[in-house]
């Protein structure tokens, strides 16, 4: 159930005087008192509702009752996906990076940063199906849940499997899922954006005695083929964090000579550098 239709049902709720509070809206729609409260915090503070708890009723009233939803408001996956994009932009050095971070946070209506969850991952992939899945993966992660997933292999070929998610790990612009695999009866990495499909189970589980999360560090290889080249102009010295693996090499006239593979890997680094930049890709 999406939060337009839990908002749309308190604010008539509440036009009805039924005074509703985050219990009454748990209760109907099957969710957490915490979901709830989210929901009416965002009715209050990114919808600018005039709301107000009222003692007597136990639930909240409009001090205002000419006050009207605006008719378009961002829906639950646009929220995960700024929150996605938000906390990209937190991890970067820059000021201007760090302000968008707090204008996306505050158009998504989470009112707290450090209540977003910490995504391992540099360069994001801003597909809202991939954004979805990792909240499903990293809940049940977090929950010790079983899930179901159909997964899509190098060959092209899916499988089905019931896997036990352990931790996340990023290479290359990937994220990977590190998880006891039932069917091989060992651990494996599944690439997130090939699992086609997440199912939680009820059933939960227990870290194996085996599992040794040093061991699966974010691994390193050459991607087939040649690498791009991009030529680009900046006055000071360019210095890379490590996990952008790119070959610089210092020409002249503060030009510097960039070999990379992925552009958004690439474009995503220079965002972080926080300035303007001349750019030539040959």
């Not at 092209?156 to 019931?162: A, K, M, Q």
Request: with cysteine; aromatic share 14%.
């Amino acid at each position: 159930m999406s939060n337009i239709h839990r908002i749309r049902w308190i604010d008539q709720q509440i036009r009805n005087k039924a005074y509703p509070n985050c219990k009454t809206i748990a209760d109907h729609f099957e969710i957490s008192i915490r979901q709830a409260s989210r929901d009416i915090e965002y009715l209050r503070y990114s919808l600018e509702a005039p709301l107000e708890y009222h003692h007597e009723h136990q639930g909240y009233y409009y001090l205002q009752e000419a006050f009207s939803l605006p008719s378009l408001f961002i829906s639950q996956e646009d929220r995960e996906a700024l929150h996605f994009i938000a906390k990209h932009y937190q991890q970067a050095e820059s000021s201007q990076a760090k302000h968008l971070a707090d204008l996306l946070l505050r158009i998504s209506g989470e009112l707290n940063a450090d209540s977003v969850p910490d995504y391992p991952i540099e360069n994001p992939s801003l597909n809202p199906a991939i954004i979805k899945k990792y909240y499903e993966a990293d809940q049940s992660m977090r929950a010790k849940h079983k899930v179901q997933i159909k997964y899509r292999s190098d060959s092209n070929e899916l499988s089905v499997r019931i896997i036990h998610p352990y931790q996340w790990i990023q290479s290359m612009g990937y994220l990977y899922l590190v998880a006891h695999c039932e069917k091989r009866n060992d651990f494996r990495l599944f690439r997130l954006d090939r699992i086609t499909r997440i199912i939680q189970l009820n059933e939960t589980f227990q870290i194996s005695d085996d599992f040794q999360a040093g061991h699966f560090k974010p691994f390193r290889y050459r991607p087939l083929g040649k690498p791009f080249r991009a030529l680009v102009q900046w006055k000071k010295k360019m210095v890379f964090p490590e996990e952008y693996q790119f070959k610089t090499t210092f020409l002249n006239d503060n030009r510097y000579e960039i070999e990379f593979y992925q552009s958004s890997a690439l474009f995503s680094a220079l965002i972080s550098l926080g300035v303007c930049l001349k750019i030539h890709f040959f």
